[in-house]
């Protein structure tokens, strides 16, 4: 079909945990990819930086067992950490200040042909080895 008449093809992915039994679902592409180099995301994910990506709660379905981890942002923001009871994995999360997003972790979705982050976040915390394109967004 062409024109009007054609329906988009909408991207479906998932994402899941170490052992399989937590897994997300997402329909289109993400809103935004971001990469965050804060001290919290370097010992939650046991890296260098967290990457996420982030969709409209209402094209994200959740399947599983999950356990939450809350902490608070170095702003002030709420964030709900959901981890796979089993194999320890964190999968998605929310903040309070948008509770109509969730953020999934990105190496979750084990795709190397997963979009690139746009934004990098808590650069002063970068590990000076990190090279990132130039044209990314940073706070």
């Known amino acids: 079909m062409t024109g009007s008449n054609r329906i988009a093809e909408r991207t479906t992915r998932t994402a899941t945990c170490s052992c399989g039994q937590l897994r997300v679902v997402v329909e289109g592409e993400p809103t935004r990819v971001g990469v965050c180099h804060c001290r919290a995301c370097q010992r939650r994910t046991g890296s260098a930086f967290g990457v996420q990506a982030r969709w409209p709660r209402d094209r994200v379905r959740t399947e599983g067992e999950t356990h939450t981890w809350r902490r608070i942002g170095d702003d002030g923001t709420v964030l709900d950490f959901r981890f796979c009871p089993h194999c320890g994995s964190t999968v998605w999360y929310t903040q309070d200040v948008v ?10 979705f084990g795709d190397s042909a997963f979009p690139a982050p746009g934004r990098s976040n808590y650069e002063q915390y970068r590990h000076p080895w990190v090279g990132l394109p130039d044209e990314m967004e940073r706070s």
Do not use: S
């Open 99 to 108: 509770p109509e997003i969730i953020a999934v972790a990105v190496g979750a």
